[in-house]
């Protein structure tokens, strides 16, 4: 088979696949630590990933005029009470203005901290797609790399390599 061939098996084979993430992406790799980024929040001040230290984290790129992010939300929003006291959840546009975002998250009901990324954070961390979502220990370890909409149980199953609890 030629190289062309096996090129185009390999593209429809894994438009069949559902979404797995890659083993690296960008600066993110599952089971290395979690590269420093800062955004900013709604009211303006940078915050990032170090002054998470300490404690796990789960970070969920998305945008405003995303669906599959306008459908994943819902579930996150629900999943943060259970999981709030052992893990940080932290949300992060792509971005928008904050004009646009805040509104949005109101709208959502989103009870979690959220930022605005200029352009770093997503380069660094590989979010080349959204929704795209990283699990990240309470010592600062990658565990989980999703890209795509996060079911509810994928997303308990990635919250169950981060929460301690």
Not at 139 to 147: L, N, W
Request: net charge positive; aromatic share 10%.
């Amino acid at each position: 088979m030629s190289v062309a061939a096996w090129s185009l098996a390999a593209t429809l084979v894994a438009g069949l696949l559902p979404p797995t993430p890659p083993p690296a992406l960008g600066g993110v790799e599952v089971g290395k630590p979690a590269p420093p980024f800062f955004v900013r929040s709604l009211d303006g001040k940078f915050v990032g990933r170090t002054a998470l230290h300490g404690r796990a984290a789960f970070i969920n790129v998305f945008a405003t005029w995303c669906g599959p992010c306008r459908i994943e939300i819902p579930a996150i929003v629900a999943a943060y009470p259970r999981y709030r006291a052992r893990v940080a959840f932290f949300g992060v546009d792509e971005q928008e203005p904050a004009s646009k975002v805040a509104p949005f998250v109101k709208r959502m009901h989103v009870p979690y901290a959220i930022g605005i990324d200029e352009g770093q954070m997503a380069a660094t961390y590989g979010a080349s797609s959204i929704p795209h979502s990283v699990f990240v220990d309470k010592h600062g370890i990658v565990r989980a790399v999703f890209s795509g909409p996060l079911t509810t149980a994928q997303l308990q199953r990635d919250m169950a390599l981060i929460d301690g609890g």
